[in-house]
């Protein structure tokens, strides 16, 4: 058996001839501070892996929180995605940059971000980064036609 570890859980996976089952069972707690412990030979890290992307809101939710008007919404399509169209006054920070990391730093942590994309993955990447910057009020309110079919202007 093979031992795979994902967010804070143990799979065993049956190695190549053996029966086709999975065992999922939460990870014992470490029993030294260092996070690592030893487990047949393996290292394991059992401390909360950071999201690689946000889940975003629901279409409805999401525009009522950008009608709403107490945020900043962000746009993170590409600035050719952007001239398409895009929410009414929505700033355009093109996730897929070079610099989109600088552009973030030359917003205020502590304001309140919505942000979008086209399909809510680009978006939920931004705001997973934006939370490992220290933003704890961005959220991923997932694709712009979503919203606009939702009702967002």
Do not use: W
Request: charged share 20%.
């Amino acid at each position: 058996m093979k031992l795979l570890v994902l967010l804070g859980f143990a799979i065993s996976l049956p190695l190549a001839g053996q029966a086709q089952t999975a065992i999922l069972e939460p990870l014992p707690k470490s029993s030294n501070d260092t996070h690592l412990r030893a487990n047949n030979n393996v290292l394991l890290d059992d401390r909360p892996a950071q999201p690689v992307s946000v889940p975003a809101l629901a279409p409805k939710v999401a525009t009522e929180l950008i009608v709403n008007g107490h945020a900043t919404v962000l746009d993170v399509r590409t600035p050719e995605e952007f001239a398409t169209g895009h929410l009414q006054n929505a700033r355009n920070l093109n996730f897929r940059a070079p610099d989109f990391a600088q552009q973030l730093a030359k917003l205020n942590p502590q304001g309140t971000y919505l942000v979008y994309c086209a399909s809510g993955n680009r978006s939920g990447q931004a705001v997973a980064q934006m939370r490992k910057k220290g933003f704890k009020k961005a959220t991923n309110v997932g694709g712009y036609k979503d919203l606009k079919a939702a009702g967002a202007k």
